[in-house]
DNA sequence: GACATTCATGAACTATAGTTCATGTTTTAG
DNA sequence: CTAAAACATGAACTATAGTTCATGAATGTC
């Protein structure tokens, strides 16, 4: 276990050194994966010294974690961004949901690749797993909280479980979109999505 | 690059030990994902020296490349043991449809964990990513074909991306019952899936 | 039983990722 | 202007994963 000092930045310089090696640590994991990049070439891209990043880094896994946890409250962003018309009959629930599902992987698609990155360092690590648990949770909750306000005009009874359904599905259509090389447009592909949950979901069948 | 000649064995103790090799290597891979086994381990737990590890194999990633190679083997086998009941009246399509899930997660369900790890090689390596690539296509061949012989019965149109959107499901689904920490009954996920399934592929409506 | 082949071993070597720290520079505060 | 604090640097050190190979034992063949 390491003695020194980790230093939080109090001068300017200080902040865009620690920012850029943040910002090459996310493309270099990005790209490689975390096994597959070393710290000497992430103080490299971020065009400061191996001495500074173990300045305001306690380890390399110390950067991944806080990168993932930036990444996360990105998201919770996006997620928290999303306004639920409910009741405003100017818009239609089918509509509603493909916006729904549009958000969802949009949120899901910062960072695709750090995401991956995150899902595989989750597995092995339990603070790492932590965070990532949060992002889940944070999109369950919301699909949680959509299924529950509307929950008159759905078929389905068990909450739980279909939030947990749905937050996958849309975790993995991004996956497809993102990482598959069978050629598939993602307009084809919300679409169908749309069209099976909301027949999946709700009472009446409007075609 | 190595220069040595890898052995094929060919007695029973060669033989023997290139299995409690492959045998080791997939249980620590599995536990502890590739980037943090290394060969002394395997070699130690597969109850060999590490002279043998690499008489048998070019490296680490040779091994790897021989179990992933297994497993799709494996798990194309399973896929290959379902039969189609169709067009025999006895079983009704919900009823087979339901069956049919089961055995897609099945599939899936073999080493769960090193299915996770091949996800995340074939990222970023162009040799795994193209077993992990056969597995699926395999799988979603399956949905193909399934879907292919019973278009009338159907009101989905466009085969190839609904296939595709069935098989991911599959592969998540089963992620979610393996990995997930939500508790989650897994007869409760694969009853839901088949619900979402039928009422999305198929033109009738029974319930 | 003798010779060849296959197989097993682990100390030792190579390569490299990860990390530290002594030294020098820049900024800030008084 | 000067001292203190913050910051930057990279050669050098540590740790360890990956790999080789000289040696010897087990098995097969004649």
Redesign the interface.
Known sequence: MSNRNIRVPQQDRGKESKNSIIEAGLRLFSE??Y??TNSKEIAKRAGVSIGSFYMYFADKKALFREIVELYNQKICDVLNDIEDPQNSSFVDEKTFLNYLITKLIEAHAIYP?LH?EL??MA??DPDIAKVY?NTRVEA?NLAKRFLSSRIEKLR?R?I???S??IQ??M???V??IV????I??KE??IN??T???Y??LYKD?KL
Chains 1, 2 share one sequence.
């Open positions: 490689k994966g096994y597959k690749q991956q899902t595989v597995a092995s648990n369950v389905i068990d739980d479980t279909v947990v359904l996958t599905t975790e993995e259509i996956h497809i990482f598959s090389d069978v598939i447009s084809k592909l169908e999505t069209d099976m949950l027949r999946y069948k």
